[in-house]
């Protein structure tokens, strides 16, 4: 399989506290990119990161890429109950239309 | 805004009823896709279609067909539904193929087949 996978598969943290979430892929890639869902919605882009960059901010959220490890993490600062969702990561498959999605990670943030 | 809607956010079915799953996007997008989500598994692709009436199958397209006709809509077909099939089924386009474009996506149809 060429699916990414989330790790960890689930974090509960307290409101304000900081959530890491990582990201393996298998394949070669241009791109990766984090998607955000709410609880029984599509998902929603958040940030793209290209392959020849390291890091990628984006308000409260930061974007690393380790091309030789193959994998990505995302940092969400200072979390908020708003915060509480899944995030994929997604990368693309050189050569084709498919962007491959990982398992998720599930986020609760608790007041 | 891109907008893509979905037909149905609820449907129940019956085994073997053929079950039709309608996307529209309001962005002249080049390119759409049908996804079903399940637990533990993440999204996996059924079909995309990058052009009218083209398409290909994704890594998931037993049971399942799609039709487009008109750039805007993108159906899925299930042509003799099973429990199985009982699932979160998500569409989502783009304008692109670079691999850079975002994918926006709809509010999703859940499926349950008894």
């Known amino acids: 399989s060429q699916q990414g996978e989330e790790d960890p598969q689930a974090l509960s943290i307290q409101e304000g506290e900081n959530a890491t979430m990582n990201c393996s892929y298998k394949?070669?890639?241009?791109?990766l990119q984090w998607y955000r869902q709410n609880s029984g919605r599509g998902l929603v882009h958040l940030i793209l990161?290209?392959?020849?960059?390291r890091e990628k901010h984006s308000g409260r959220l930061r974007v690393t890429l380790d091309t030789s490890k193959k994998s990505s993490s995302l940092l969400i600062t200072a979390s908020r109950a708003a915060d509480t969702a899944s995030y994929f990561c997604?990368?693309?498959?050189?050569?084709?239309?498919?962007?491959?999605f990982g398992t998720g990670t599930r986020l609760k943030v608790l007041a | 805004d891109v907008k893509v809607t979905q037909s149905s956010r609820y449907l129940v079915k019956r085994t073997g009823e053929k079950v039709f799953l309608e996307c529209v996007q309001d962005?002249?997008?080049?390119?759409m896709f049908w996804y079903r989500q399940d637990p533990g598994l993440g999204l996996r692709l059924i079909y995309f279609?990058?052009?009218?009436?083209?398409?290909e199958k994704g890594d998931i397209p037993e049971g399942y067909s799609v039709s487009r006709e008109k750039k805007e809509r993108f159906s899925l077909i299930l042509e003799s539904a099973s429990t199985n099939q009982t699932s979160m089924y998500l569409c989502?386009?783009?304008?692109?193929?670079?691999?850079?474009?975002?994918?926006?996506f709809g509010p999703g149809t859940r499926l349950l087949v008894l």
């Open positions: 989502a386009s783009r304008p692109g193929s670079t691999g850079i474009e975002t994918q926006y």
């Open positions: 394949t070669s890639i241009n791109n």
């Open positions: 990161i290209r392959s020849n960059e």
């Open positions: 997604a990368t693309d498959a050189p050569g084709t239309y498919k962007y491959i």
């Open positions: 962005m002249d997008h080049e390119n």
């Open positions: 279609s990058y052009d009218v009436k083209m398409k």
